[in-house]
């Protein structure tokens, strides 16, 4: 039981990192990016192209994947998604979808589509109270927590993400103060995807690596953004644990209804919640 | 100049009614004819298909389209058509007809209780709820329920054929699906043009001023859900005919961009532009996957065309060349005067 609520911890750290970029795109710039799905995949390809050529060392090949796509989020963000500022959110979720359907066909062509193998890089274990961790699962749920509190401080002390929160709730304001928000917005995006690719380079080892791996991800997030509720950076990390730890105690008694349990749990929120988008 | 696309038209009195009527009928001849061209262009079978598609296209055109609800899970309503059609037929009746009404209303009465939750939510958050229940009945068809639908390897279908009926053949299946892609057709041209067609395209306007003036807004709301969802699943039970052979593919989650395609190559919010644009799409999909490999990019550069450049559609285009003639028309008398 202690394992899977390990489990559900790393999990829901996961879907933390790839819920918080959406959530912050939503919040900031009302656009729902469904490219998020094509960074997160394009950093797990970069990070397997660059093991073998960092000679197995994954840290920096990990660091390499991350840096890999923020010049790609922000053509996307200055090429299209700026384009869509203020029009209808069909429009935006349609245009970051081809979007999707380009990167996942480059990476189809780039790398084949055949599954790719990557492995832990840490296969140790610890014991406690007799019982094995492995210590790669604790170390995401470490970073996911590092990563909370540093954002904590980023949008409380610094003046860059208290623009982001004053933003989030009233662009408008913010922007007759005479601050650039969109130059703040494309940041923000940028950032969220690194996040994105963070996550997926997190996430890669303990899952399966193929072209289409980010959309069953991208859907879980999604939940998770929806269930915390869009542009609420605090209900994104509870709801990421929660749901994280749902699939984990629905995959201890019934493996293959993991990932469903967590959409039926975003309809019964969804029923009792009043839905704001 | 087409009645349908203005927000109010003025209620037509009763002498005005039988060109009406002959109109509409035109407008289905002429449909009917377009696709009897398209045999000896492509094969009847494919041609079969492409109605199928164009049922599809057109439930998916009343909820986009008139309604502004972008599903990104319709193909669930067309799995669901599919498999009932193809459940009962496999273990309990033999019977094509009642099979095909049982799917369209097991797809209806999907959609009347997802319809509860759904419609609720507006723009992307209905996208996205609806692709995540498109997943769990992916999921569900796939493996909770493998014993009865054999998984991920489907099952094959195969129906009697009634009276003089006989369901193996092509041309049986043809008129058939013709007959009812026409009949959905006329269906969903009086629902559009009536006060209530009218009422759901204000509500993709301005939903709050449709609530202000006292209609209850969630309720015509999921009458149009669960008309889309039965039309979807009556394509899935033709699907499934057609192909006699179903498995979860028919609702797998990527493929739904197809139908938000074609509803937008061919311009969204118009009958017409669904089948043009449902056409175009089985057109590409058929036969431009042969030639280019890289079918998905594709796929994706037009979509972000569409978005950028081509928002009205192929119907749209035509329809504002047919006005820009008009209006040169209009014109010219007025310069003859001034000469």
Same mark, same amino acid.
């Given at each position: 039981m202690l394992l899977t609520i390990l489990y559900g911890f790393s999990i829901g750290a996961i879907l933390y990192f790839i819920s918080i970029g959406l959530s912050l795109t939503f919040g900031t710039m009302r656009v729902i990016n469904f490219a998020h799905t094509l960074t997160y995949s394009i950093g797990v390809y970069v990070l397997i192209t660059c093991i073998p050529w960092m000679k197995g060392n994954f840290i920096p090949a990990a660091i390499i994947a991350i840096l890999a796509v923020i010049p790609i989020s922000y053509v996307i963000e200055r090429y299209v998604i700026r384009r869509l500022y203020g029009e209808s959110l069909d429009y935006t979720f349609i245009a970051t979808f081809a979007i999707t359907l380009m990167g996942v066909d480059t990476i189809k062509w780039i790398w084949g589509v055949n599954p790719l193998p990557l492995s832990a890089p840490l296969g140790t274990y610890v014991e406690f109270w007799g019982m094995t961790f492995p210590v790669y699962r604790i170390i995401i749920f470490v970073i996911a927590v590092a990563l909370f509190l540093a954002l904590e401080l980023f949008f409380r002390k610094t003046i860059m993400g208290k623009i982001v929160v004053a933003a989030l709730e009233d662009k408008d304001g913010v922007r007759c103060?005479? =601050?650039? =928000?969109d130059k703040y917005f494309s940041l923000m995006f940028i950032l969220g995807s690194a996040l994105a690719a963070l996550g997926g380079v997190l996430y890669a080892p303990i899952s399966a690596v193929h072209p289409y791996m980010g959309l069953s991800v991208l859907l879980l997030a999604f939940a998770v953004v929806i269930v915390g509720g869009m542009g609420n950076l605090r209900g994104t990390f509870i709801s990421a644990f929660s749901l994280g730890m749902v699939m984990a105690i629905t995959a201890r008694y019934w493996s293959q209804g993991a990932e469903t349990m967590v959409f039926i749990v975003m309809a019964i929120v969804l029923f009792f919640r009043p839905i704001d988008i | 100049m087409n009645p349908t696309h203005r927000l109010f038209a003025e209620p037509s009195p009763d002498q005005d009614f039988s060109p009406k009527k002959v109109r509409t009928g035109l407008e289905i001849l002429i449909i009917g004819i377009g696709f009897l061209i398209l045999i000896p262009l492509i094969s009847l079978h494919r041609v079969t298909d492409f109605m199928i598609f164009c049922i599809f296209a057109l439930s998916f055109d009343l909820l986009y389209g008139y309604m502004g609800r972008l599903s990104f899970g319709h193909l669930l309503y067309l799995g669901t058509g599919a498999y009932i059609f193809g459940l009962f037929i496999k273990y309990v009746h033999n019977n094509a007809f009642l099979a095909i009404v049982l799917g369209m209303l097991a797809a209806g009465v999907l959609g009347m209780v997802l319809g509860l939750i759904m419609v609720r939510a507006t723009g992307a958050c209905f996208s996205l709820m609806a692709l995540a229940f498109n997943q769990i009945g992916y999921f569900l068809v796939l493996s909770p329920l493998k014993e009865i639908t054999d998984g991920e390897n489907g099952f094959g279908v195969h129906a009697q054929s009634i009276g003089f009926l006989n369901f193996n053949s092509k041309i049986t299946l043809f008129i058939l699906t013709l007959g009812l892609i026409l009949l959905a057709f006329y269906f969903l041209k009086r629902l559009t043009t009536s006060p209530y067609g009218i009422l759901v395209r204000s509500i993709k306007e301005d939903e709050n001023r449709v609530r202000f003036l006292g209609y209850n807004t969630y309720f015509y709301k999921w009458v149009t859900f669960v008309a889309a969802s039965s039309i979807a699943g009556l394509a899935g039970t033709l699907t499934a005919l057609n192909y006699r052979f179903v498995n979860p593919n028919v609702m797998d989650v990527h493929q739904n961009v197809g139908v938000v395609f074609a509803c937008l190559i061919g311009g969204a919010g118009n009958l017409y532009g669904a089948i043009i644009g449902g056409v175009a799409y089985m057109m590409i999909s058929n036969f431009l996957a042969i030639y280019i490999q890289r079918w998905e990019m594709f796929l994706g550069i037009a979509l972000l065309i569409i978005v950028f450049r081509f928002r009205k559609g192929i119907w749209g285009s035509l329809q504002n060349l047919g006005e820009y003639f008009q209006r040169t028309k209009e014109i010219r008398p007025v310069e003859g005067k001034r000469a």
């Open positions: 103060l005479g =601050v650039r =928000v | -």
